[in-house]
């Protein structure tokens, strides 16, 4: 069932405490952001496709003040490393990578919020780990992004052969911008975002130059994803979730606007997928950023699942202590 929480308690703004986080991968390092107290309840936070951790600058100090909430910037986004030459960008390796931080973290039981592409890794990462996730948040994602079995030759052909093409040509400098041309720039591309989220991405979305700012994510993540999913895997997938579930779709958001048209027929069976485990599903006004742009739509939801689903729970007495 599709509805919108109203009359919810008021929500706090008071400070949170934040530090940078920095994870040693076999590439380089996994950057982001740390919110909340050292022995807070765990909460990873995932942002969507060409976005960075800034995603959840305006959400997070309005959720509960019990939990850590970290928030990383992917590979090949924000501050993060890029994947070697020659690599792929695909969900499996997220998801390996986000395995790789809660190793560094040393957490053995945690909550996952993701937005967008990061909803996708957080529903893969739920599955393959069930007994790692205590509950998890899907802003404006699915979970999964199925693809027709007929079509997926040709976008892993698609994906392959713009790999190699991409590495065919000659190695050129990065554009450079003023930071007022970088805000027109991502507006432009990002109509979902408002110019105060746009300014919040760029945070961690620009590197200074000689010049002026150049782009920090890597080039390639707007490469064809080669590794796909048939419906039929992704309701698998689904029903090896062990966690409970809250999906928040925003009503001019992902479907509307970011879906390719095959992909929409999947989206109401994934519904009834999460509807038979008996999982949440609601729709609040906004677009495909609403979390970032007006977080007060989104945060009430958030802050009454996590204080139902897992403050309201026992920590387990044997859990190890976050080195970060």
Known sequence: MIRVFRNVRHLSTAPMKQTELSVPVPWGEIKGKIWGPDHGRPVLCLHGWADNCGSFNTLIPLLPKECRYVAVDLAGHGLSSHRPPGVFYTFPSYVSDIHRVVDTLCWRKFSILGHSMGGNIAGMFSALFPEMVEAC???????????????????????????????????????????????????????????????NLLERGLVQVEGGVVFSRDLRINLKNIARITLEQSLELLSRIRASVLVVLADEGFEKIFSEPDQKKFTSELLLGYRHKNHSVVKVPGGHHVHLNNPEVVAPLVCEFLQSKVLSTTVNADKVTPKL
């Open 137 to 199: 948040v899907l802003l404006d994602s699915y979970g999964f992004l199925p693809t027709d079995p007929k079509d997926v030759p040709e976008i892993m052909r698609r994906g392959m052969n713009g790999i190699l093409e991409f590495e065919k040509k000659p190695e050129k400098s990065e554009r450079v911008y003023t930071y007022e041309k970088a805000v027109e720039r991502l507006l432009a591309a990002n109509p979902s975002l408002s110019e105060a989220s746009a300014c």
